[in-house]
C-alpha cells in the first residue's frame, strides 16, 4: 500500500493520541493562556481548533467562547478530546475529522482560527492557510502557534534533520520569513507575532513518538559532531534535551471593501 502523507501521520500518531493528551509540552504553556486571552469577550464566538491533537487548545478556549470545533485528521485523536471535553464538563466542543488542506466548513464560518502544532504536520502549508483564511469571518482572527526555524541555513538543515529523524511525518519548521510571505499570500493581515523558546526533554521527545533506536542514535550522533553556534542556539545539553524557537503569529482577515 503507498505510503502518503496522511498515512504517515497516521501512522505515527494514531496510537499515541492518549500521550499527546498527557505531553506537558502540549498541555501546559503561557501561549494556551493568550489564546484564551484573545476569544474573552466573545461568549457567542464559534472557534476552529485547526490540528487539535490532544485538544488542549479546544479546552483552553471552550469556556469563554460558544462553540469549538476539535478539528483533526485522526479519529484517535478526536475520540481522546471528545471523552476529555466530557470528562471536563465542555459541552461546547464538538469534533469533525478531515485535513486542513480542505476544511468542510462554509466560507466565514468562525470567528476565530486557532491551530497549535501541527502546520509543520500539512501535505500543503500555503493550501492550509488558505483554507483557515477562507472559513474565518472578515475582520476577525487566526493565530498560530508552532516551533519556528531560526532561517540561517546551517540552523535550519540540524533543525529539520532532527526532528524528520525522530518523526518521519514532519513536513518542514518555517521561518518568520516563509510564514510571513505565506499569511500574506493568504490573504491575512499578520498582526502580533510573540516568541519564546520551549525546552524539550530527550528522553519523552522521543518516546512521545516511538522514535526507532536507529534513529535516537542518529540524532545523537548529529549532536555530537554539528559545529558550536548550532549547538549554542539549540542548547544541546549532555543527555540531548535542546531548546527550540516558537512563535505565536496572529493576524487578520481583511473586511472587503
Same mark, same amino acid.
Given at each position: 500500500?503507498?505510503?502518503?502523507?496522511?498515512?504517515?501521520?497516521? #501512522?505515527? !500518531?494514531?496510537?499515541?493520541?492518549?500521550?499527546?493528551? @498527557?505531553?506537558?509540552?502540549?498541555?501546559?504553556?503561557?501561549?494556551? $493562556?493568550?489564546?484564551?486571552?484573545?476569544?474573552?469577550?466573545?461568549?457567542?464566538?464559534?472557534?476552529?481548533?485547526?490540528?487539535?491533537?490532544?485538544?488542549?487548545?479546544?479546552?483552553?478556549?471552550?469556556?469563554?467562547?460558544?462553540?469549538?470545533?476539535?478539528?483533526?485528521?485522526? $479519529?484517535?485523536?478526536?475520540?481522546?478530546?471528545?471523552?476529555?471535553? =466530557?470528562?471536563?464538563?465542555?459541552?461546547?466542543?464538538?469534533?469533525?475529522?478531515?485535513?486542513?488542506? @480542505?476544511?468542510? !466548513?462554509?466560507?466565514?464560518? !468562525?470567528? *476565530?482560527? *486557532?491551530?497549535?502544532?501541527?502546520?509543520?504536520?500539512?501535505?500543503? *502549508?500555503?493550501?492550509?492557510?488558505?483554507?483557515? =483564511? +477562507?472559513?474565518?469571518?472578515?475582520?476577525?482572527?487566526?493565530?498560530?502557534?508552532?516551533?519556528?526555524?531560526?532561517?540561517?541555513?546551517?540552523?535550519?538543515?540540524?533543525? @529539520?534533520?532532527?526532528?524528520?529523524? +525522530?518523526?518521519?511525518?514532519?513536513?518542514?519548521?518555517?521561518?518568520?520569513?516563509?510564514?510571513?510571505?505565506?499569511?500574506? +499570500?493568504?490573504?491575512?493581515?499578520?498582526?502580533?507575532?510573540?516568541?519564546?523558546?520551549?525546552?524539550?526533554?530527550?528522553?519523552?521527545?522521543?518516546?512521545?513518538?516511538?522514535?526507532?533506536?536507529?534513529?535516537?542514535?542518529?540524532?545523537?550522533?548529529?549532536?555530537?559532531?554539528?559545529? #558550536?553556534?548550532?549547538?549554542?542556539? !539549540?542548547?544541546?545539553?549532555?543527555?540531548?534535551? *535542546?531548546?527550540?524557537?516558537?512563535?505565536?503569529?496572529?493576524?487578520?482577515?481583511?473586511?472587503?471593501?
Amino acid at each position: 500500500m503507498p505510503k502518503t502523507q496522511e498515512s504517515l501521520v497516521a #501512522d505515527q !500518531f494514531g496510537s499515541q493520541a492518549a500521550a499527546y493528551l @498527557q505531553s506537558t509540552v502540549h498541555a501546559q504553556g503561557e501561549d494556551l $493562556q493568550k489564546l484564551a486571552g484573545i476569544v474573552q469577550g466573545h461568549a457567542g464566538a464559534r472557534v476552529l481548533d485547526l490540528g487539535c491533537g490532544g485538544g488542549h487548545v479546544s479546552y483552553a478556549v471552550a469556556p469563554h467562547v460558544g462553540e469549538v470545533v476539535a478539528y483533526d485528521l485522526l $479519529q484517535e485523536m478526536l475520540e481522546i478530546v471528545g471523552r476529555a471535553a =466530557a470528562e471536563r464538563g465542555l459541552t461546547n466542543i464538538s469534533t469533525r475529522q478531515g485535513a486542513a488542506e @480542505q476544511l468542510p !466548513f462554509a466560507d466565514a464560518a !468562525f470567528d *476565530f482560527v *486557532f491551530s497549535r502544532y501541527s502546520a509543520h504536520h500539512w501535505r500543503d *502549508f500555503g493550501i492550509g492557510l488558505r483554507e483557515a =483564511a +477562507r472559513v474565518l469571518k472578515p475582520g476577525r482572527i487566526v493565530a498560530f502557534i508552532d516551533v519556528v526555524s531560526p532561517g540561517q541555513p546551517v540552523l535550519d538543515t540540524y533543525l @529539520q534533520a532532527v526532528e524528520i529523524l +525522530r518523526d518521519p511525518s514532519h513536513v518542514r519548521d518555517y521561518s518568520r520569513a516563509e510564514w510571513d510571505a505565506a499569511l500574506a +499570500r493568504s490573504g491575512l493581515r499578520l498582526g502580533p507575532v510573540r516568541a519564546h523558546r520551549v525546552r524539550l526533554e530527550f528522553a519523552s521527545w522521543v518516546a512521545r513518538m516511538r522514535t526507532p533506536v536507529l534513529h535516537v542514535e542518529a540524532i545523537r550522533s548529529l549532536q555530537a559532531v554539528i559545529a #558550536d553556534d548550532v549547538r549554542r542556539h !539549540f542548547q544541546i545539553e549532555s543527555d540531548g534535551s *535542546f531548546t527550540v524557537d516558537v512563535a505565536l503569529l496572529e493576524a487578520a482577515k481583511a473586511i472587503p471593501g
